[in-house]
C-alpha cells in the first residue's frame, strides 16, 4: 500500500510569489491534515480536511489555504509569500477524523523563500 | 483546551542503556496520547498510542509509555538504546472539543545516541 505522497519535495520561492503544495493521502483515506514545522515554532497545525470539508483550522492568517478533491487528495497554497513562510510543510492523512485514529505522514515539502 | 509539554528538549544516552522521554500533559476530554518518531528529513512515524485500554503500551522497535492519569504523564521508555533511535520525538494529545478532533504536538524531545 503506498503511503502519503507530497510534491514537490523541495522548493526555492521569491517573497510574494505564491505556492501549491500536493497531497496525495493513502487509499482509503478520507481525512487531511496540513502542518508547518520550523525550528522556532515546531509542529503547528494549519488545517483538516474531511470528505471535501474543511473541519478544523489553526491560528494562521488567510494567505494560508487548502482545499480537498473527490479523490480526497489535498492541496494548500500560500499566496504573498513571506520569509517566515520557509518551512517543512508536511501532510498527513487518517481513515476517518476520530480522535483514536493514527495520522500517517508524508515526508514534506520544504519551501525556502528567499 | 489541552496542551503537552515534553520536559527535555534533549536527551543524550549511550548505546545499550536506558531511554526516557518526559511528557505531561493536560485535557479537558478523556484524551488519546500518542508518541510519534521523526528521522532527519522525513515524516513522522507512530511509535505508539494510548486510546483508554490498557494503560501500559508498547509499540515498535522495542519502545513503551505507560499512561498515568493521577500524575497526567505519558512517559516513552526504552531499555537499551539503538544507534538507529537518534532522532527527534514528538508527544501528541488528542481529544475531541466542539465536536472536532484537536491535536496539540509537544514541542519534541531529541534523542542523541553516543557509541
Known amino acids: 500500500k503506498a503511503g502519503v505522497t507530497q510534491t514537490p519535495r523541495y522548493l526555492i520561492k521569491t517573497r510574494g510569489q505564491q505556492v501549491t503544495l500536493s497531497c496525495s493521502p493513502i487509499s482509503g483515506h478520507r481525512s487531511v491534515s496540513w502542518y508547518q514545522q520550523t525550528p522556532g515554532q515546531g509542529l503547528q497545525f494549519l488545517f483538516e480536511y474531511f470528505s471535501e470539508t474543511q473541519r478544523n483550522k489553526g491560528n494562521f492568517p488567510g494567505r494560508f489555504s487548502g482545499r480537498q478533491f473527490s479523490n480526497s487528495r489535498s492541496e494548500m497554497n500560500v499566496s504573498t509569500l513571506e520569509l517566515g513562510d520557509s518551512a517543512l510543510y508536511l501532510c498527513?492523512?487518517?481513515?476517518?477524523?476520530?480522535?483514536?485514529?493514527?495520522?500517517?505522514f508524508g515526508e514534506g515539502s520544504r519551501l525556502t523563500v528567499l | 483546551a489541552q496542551s503537552v509539554t515534553q520536559l527535555d528538549s534533549h536527551v543524550s544516552v549511550s548505546e545499550g542503556t536506558p531511554v526516557l522521554l518526559r511528557c505531561n500533559y493536560s485535557?479537558?476530554?478523556?484524551?488519546?496520547l500518542f508518541w510519534y518518531v521523526q528521522h532527519p528529513n522525513k515524516g513522522l512515524q507512530l511509535l505508539l498510542k494510548?486510546?483508554?485500554?490498557?494503560?501500559l503500551v508498547k509499540g515498535i522497535n522495542g519502545f513503551e509509555a505507560e499512561f498515568k492519569k493521577s500524575e497526567t504523564s505519558f512517559h516513552l521508555t526504552k531499555p537499551s538504546a539503538h544507534m538507529s533511535d537518534a532522532a527527534e520525538y514528538f508527544c501528541?494529545?488528542?481529544?475531541?472539543?466542539?465536536?472536532?478532533?484537536?491535536?496539540?504536538f509537544g514541542s519534541g524531545t531529541r534523542l542523541q545516541v553516543q557509541p
Open positions: 485535557s479537558s476530554y478523556s484524551p488519546s
Open positions: 498527513a492523512s487518517s481513515l476517518g477524523a476520530g480522535a483514536k485514529e493514527e495520522l500517517f
Open positions: 494510548y486510546t483508554s485500554a490498557a494503560t
Open positions: 501528541v494529545v488528542s481529544g475531541r472539543g466542539t465536536g472536532r478532533r484537536a491535536l496539540t
